[in-house]
T-cell receptor, first 118, second 111 residues
Framework: GAVVSQHPSWVICKSGTSVKIECRSLDFQATTMFWYRQFPKQSLMLMATSNEGSKATYEQGVEKDKFLINHASLTLSTLTVTSAHPEDSSFYIC??????????????FGPGTRLLVL | QKEVEQDPGPLSVPEGAIVSLNCTYSNSAFQYFMWYRQYSRKGPELLMYTYSSGNKEDGRFTAQVDKSSKYISLFIRDSQPSDSATYLCAMIHTGGFKTIFGAGTRLFVKA
């Protein structure tokens, strides 16, 4: 159980276009979803946290108008990179958490989406 | 000072060796400690999950938490080439769910 999928797994786009990445929890309801970005040989950098039905909370330095997050349901969150530029090329990973009865929230990660902006 | 410090390595060991991976942290409010394994170009997968201090064992993996020293470890026994990956430690504050990750340690197990 606790499977998280991401689509697409990789995408190549032209500079200036927008790209949408989907994150789905397949067999559980995710109260919270997280979006991370990872540069080569670096750790995960949290971009934003989203709860179903409310606005996402962005980390300092992350442009909310550029990285649009929509948490449409308890099983789906989307990240849209608007007007993508080559410096947006990266590995984007989502994770989802569910309440676990008083224990700390464990995050279940998706497989990641590799974005290349030409 | 970073909240979580982890040596990025790389760490190279022969097959069958015992591997010790470590993280230190500065915030005593951390209560939940995790280890993730990430293969190249893949998302991280949860390996071990520990609450507060103590040891937890799962097969060849043992997670250890020493809250007095603010130090956590992951031991891998009888290491295999398939264990070659990046290992990230992660921690959660009491009452929160924002997870703080270490930078990850790259491990190479040579056959």
């Amino acid at each position: 159980g606790a499977v998280v999928s991401q689509h697409p797994s990789w995408v190549i786009c032209k500079s200036g276009t927008s790209v949408k990445i989907e994150c789905r929890s397949l067999d559980f309801q995710a109260t919270t979803m997280f979006w991370y970005r990872q540069f080569p040989k670096q750790s995960l950098m949290l971009m934003a946290t989203s709860n179903e039905g409310s606005k996402a909370t962005y980390e300092q330095g992350v442009e909310k108008d550029k990285f649009l997050i929509n948490h449409a349901s308890l099983t789906l969150s989307t990240l849209t990179v608007t007007s993508a530029h080559p410096e947006d090329s990266s590995f984007y990973i989502c994770s989802a958490s569910r309440t676990s009865g008083g224990e700390g929230e464990t995050q279940y990660f998706g497989p990641g989406t590799r974005l290349l902006v030409l | 000072q970073k909240e979580v410090e982890q040596d990025p390595g790389p760490l190279s060991v022969p097959e069958g060796a015992i591997v010790s991976l470590n993280c230190t942290y500065s915030n005593s409010a951390f209560q939940y400690f995790m280890w993730y394994r990430q293969y190249s170009r893949k998302g991280p997968e949860l390996l071990m999950y520990t609450y507060s201090s103590g040891n937890k064992e799962d097969g060849r993996f043992t997670a250890q938490v020493d809250k007095s020293s603010k130090y956590i470890s992951l031991f891998i026994r009888d290491s295999q080439p398939s264990d070659s990956a990046t290992y990230l430690c992660a921690m959660i504050h009491t009452g929160g769910f924002k997870t703080i990750f270490g930078a990850g340690t790259r491990l190479f197990v040579k056959a």
